[in-house]
């Protein structure tokens, strides 16, 4: 029952990135800059190495000439102790983040992903210069 529930989850997360990615601000000036965040909160029984290897899969993401900026962390907020790794990558264009979509790592997050959260956000924003 779970892994339907997360299968939905993962799904409805999909849906959402696509409906975002179409209803997106297209009317970005030059300069602005495309966040995309990521926030996992991970199964209590998600093996450690299995958590270090998504890291690990974020971290060579961001070496992609697409990337123009990368940070990850772990949630120290008192307020919302279930989100527990954060990344956020960042774009100069919606061009750069769907080819970095399509970068064959980026599938090797889902199946990881799959296994081992439990929870998976996701937001995308332009911030305005």
């Not at 892994?3 to 799904?11: D, G, P, V």
């Not at 900026?69 to 983040?97: A, P, Q, W, Y």
């Not at 979509?101 to 929870?119: H, Q």
């Amino acid at each position: 029952m779970k892994k339907i529930f997360f299968a939905a989850l993962m799904l409805l997360t999909v849906a959402l990135l696509l409906h975002n990615k179409a209803t997106a601000q297209s009317n970005n000036a030059p300069g602005d800059l495309l966040r995309h965040i990521v926030m996992i909160t991970f199964k209590k029984d998600a093996p450690a190495d299995s958590i270090q290897a998504l890291d690990n899969i974020y971290k060579s993401l961001s070496k992609s000439t697409m990337v123009k900026d990368f940070e990850m962390g772990i949630n120290m907020s008192i307020r919302d102790t279930l989100v527990k790794h954060v990344f956020v990558t960042t774009f100069t264009s919606k061009d750069d983040l769907a080819n970095y979509k399509k970068v064959p790592a980026y599938s090797g997050l889902f199946k990881l992903s799959l296994a081992i959260a439990e929870d998976v956000t996701v937001a995308d924003y332009w911030v305005k210069k």
